[in-house]
């Protein structure tokens, strides 16, 4: 062929090392402009007293998903000693064989109050809406679509600094 492409310049570069650079260019796919003027005209959800978060993603190790549930927790276990009361919650939106696992961790930790995990949703924007920020920290990602999303819906991103996570921020 003529060209490979590739959809960040992290995939180019671990292509690179397969085929030749000359015929690696990256074409970054988006959204299209009906989609960023939806989310554009999302309405931010009202104040209240819970800051809420949002991760979107396949339930697999790649995800890094227990690596935020721990994270998660101790940022509970320290919020509940702060003398200011400040009310958290995470939304997990996703399905993968790690699901029962996840639901077993949050039973250990006595969470189901602070962690909901909703499962597959083909439209996230409901959520995007009733979100503060969305978290997303996998190990590696070849572009990441919910970071795109967030982002052209004007929330906060908490995100891996690594392969392509680091191009998109």
């Not at 570069?13 to 650079?21: A, D, E, G, L």
Request: proline residues 2%; aromatic residues 10%.
């Amino acid at each position: 062929c003529d060209k490979v492409i590739c959809i960040s310049d992290s995939v180019k570069q671990y292509w690179n090392k397969y085929i030749n650079s000359k015929k690696l260019v990256t074409i970054y796919y988006g959204l299209s402009k009906e989609r960023i003027d939806y989310f554009n005209n999302l309405n931010s959800r009202q104040n209240d007293d819970e800051f809420r978060f949002l991760f979107v993603g396949r339930l697999v190790p790649q995800k890094n998903i227990f690596n935020l549930l721990n994270s998660f927790r101790i940022a509970l276990s320290i919020l509940e000693k702060s003398p200011k009361k400040i009310n958290i919650s995470l939304t997990i939106i996703g399905d993968g064989f790690l699901k029962k696992k996840i639901i077993n961790f949050i039973e250990i930790n006595n969470l189901e109050k602070k962690i909901f995990i909703i499962g597959y949703k083909k439209d996230i924007r409901p959520f995007l809406r009733n979100t503060d920020c969305l978290i997303h920290v996998a190990k590696y990602e070849g572009l990441g679509m919910i970071l795109l999303e967030a982002m052209a819906s004007r929330k906060s991103i908490i995100t891996s600094n690594t392969s392509a996570m680091k191009e998109i921020v």
